[in-house]
């Protein structure tokens, strides 16, 4: 990590895994103490263009009438500080310094974001630590060594089983491997790991796309399943397989380029296009046609349940073959 090359006057922690952002705030603080910042300010911002920036600017310039010194956290969870904000971490970036430490901790920031003044002016003056999701191909690895380094030891079907249970949720994995261990657990097998875990994964519209692009229908079904549980709205979901079917529509199809296209997949649009290029445009008038039915039924014009909709849609998507809709399943009968 940063730190073993020594305390930075700033820090700016962002990113969207919050157990990863926790433990990188939780790690500056302590060696921030072990070096004598012993005071510690905490402040909130919480809307663009507003915040207790004043009140920032006292507990910075007040350092030079104490001997100790201090820790100044300043935490933005939109990562959207706002103009007045952006010149002021800008200004206290250079304030910081041997008696001040300027922790910056914020949400995800995106591509934009990143270009901005105080993002650059935060980065060199100091350390950026940027905390990603782990990708669900390593999320296994990482659950592997966080065991190890609790002390328990998870066997392959153990190991696969706490992976699917908490799939996208390094908290909820970290969590439950601490329950192991409280239960007094040196070695867990599956039928321990089922004893002990909830049902806690974590997921994304971004990964739905990227299974029903792979192909992998068992993972499609189970995200979606993820998605409803967790309260997203069935319009989002909507949005994103029609923007990976639009994306995909103009690899496939020579012809200008589709307005408002957007995939997080994009590398995975090559893996869906060989195996449906053999099925043909109908393939994916068929898919489109599934969306727009579902689009209706999300908006009450026609009858049907959303979320069955939307399950045989995302079976038709990641196999390319025919599904009987569930609403004419319904009509039909």
């Given at each position: 990590?940063?730190?073993?090359?020594?305390?930075?006057?700033?820090?700016?922690?962002?990113?969207?895994?919050?157990?990863?952002?926790?433990?990188?705030?939780?790690?500056?603080?302590?060696?921030?103490?072990?070096?004598?910042?012993?005071?510690?300010?905490?402040?909130?911002?919480?809307?663009?263009?507003?915040?207790?920036?004043?009140?920032?600017?006292?507990?910075?310039?007040?350092?030079?009438?104490?001997?100790?010194?201090?820790?100044?956290?300043?935490?933005?969870?939109?990562?959207?500080?706002?103009?007045?904000?952006?010149?002021?971490?800008?200004?206290?970036?250079?304030?910081?310094?041997?008696?001040?430490?300027?922790?910056?901790?914020?949400?995800?920031?995106?591509?934009?974001?990143?270009?901005?003044?105080?993002?650059?002016?935060?980065?060199?003056?100091?350390?950026?630590?940027?905390?990603?999701?782990?990708?669900?191909?390593?999320?296994?690895?990482?659950?592997?060594?966080?065991?190890?380094?609790?002390g328990l030891?998870?066997?392959?079907?153990?190991?696969?089983?706490?992976?699917?249970?908490?799939?996208?949720?390094?908290?909820?994995?970290?969590?439950?491997?601490?329950?192991?261990?409280?239960?007094?657990?040196?070695?867990?097998?599956?039928?321990?790991?089922?004893?002990?875990?909830?049902?806690?994964?974590?997921?994304?519209?971004?990964?739905?796309?990227?299974?029903?692009?792979?192909?992998?229908?068992?993972?499609?079904?189970?995200?979606?399943?993820?998605?409803?549980?967790?309260?997203?709205?069935?319009?989002?979901?909507?949005?994103?397989?029609?923007?990976?079917?639009?994306?995909?529509?103009?690899?496939?199809?020579?012809?200008?380029?589709?307005?408002?296209?957007?995939?997080?997949?994009?590398?995975?649009?090559?893996?869906?296009?060989?195996?449906?290029?053999?099925?043909?445009?109908?393939?994916?008038?068929?898919?489109?046609?599934?969306?727009?039915?579902?689009?209706?039924?999300?908006?009450?014009r026609q009858?049907?349940?959303?979320?069955?909709e939307l399950?045989?849609?995302?079976?038709?998507?990641?196999?390319?073959?025919?599904?009987?809709?569930?609403?004419?399943?319904?009509?039909?009968?």
């Open positions: 990590m940063a730190l073993q090359r020594g305390l930075a006057p700033v820090y700016l922690l962002s990113g969207a895994e919050p157990l990863q952002a926790g433990e990188c705030a939780d790690a500056i603080r302590r060696n921030a103490r072990a070096q004598g910042f012993t005071d510690r300010e905490v402040f909130f911002v919480d809307r663009a263009n507003s915040g207790p920036w004043d009140e920032i600017f006292a507990a910075a310039q007040a350092l030079s009438l104490f001997a100790s010194r201090r820790v100044l956290e300043v935490r933005i969870p939109g990562a959207k500080p706002g103009t007045q904000g952006s010149a002021a971490l800008q200004e206290l970036a250079g304030l910081a310094g041997s008696d001040l430490l300027l922790l910056v901790i914020t949400g995800e920031i995106d591509w934009a974001t990143q270009k901005s003044a105080w993002v650059q002016a935060l980065d060199a003056a100091g350390v950026w630590i940027d905390a990603q999701p782990v990708p669900v191909a390593r999320f296994p690895e990482w659950i592997q060594v966080r065991a190890a380094a609790a030891t998870l066997d392959a079907e153990g190991l696969q089983t706490l992976a699917q249970q908490s799939e996208g949720n390094l908290l909820a994995a970290a969590q439950e491997i601490q329950k192991l261990r409280l239960a007094g657990h040196t070695q867990a097998s599956a039928a321990e790991v089922l004893a002990s875990v909830t049902q806690s994964s974590r997921f994304d519209v971004s990964q739905l796309g990227e299974a029903v692009l792979r192909g992998d229908t068992a993972r499609a079904l189970r995200v979606l399943a993820g998605l409803r549980a967790e309260g997203v709205e069935a319009t989002l979901v909507l949005w994103s397989l029609w923007q990976e079917l639009r994306a995909l529509w103009q690899l496939l199809l020579p012809g200008p380029p589709l307005p408002g296209v957007w995939s997080r997949n994009k590398s995975l649009l090559p893996v869906a296009a060989a195996r449906l290029r053999p099925l043909g445009r109908a393939c994916l008038a068929r898919i489109d046609s599934r969306l727009a039915t579902a689009d209706r039924i999300v908006k009450g009858w049907g349940n959303a979320w069955d399950a045989q849609i995302v079976v038709e998507f990641a196999t390319g073959r025919p599904v009987l809709s569930a609403t004419s399943i319904a009509e039909s009968a």
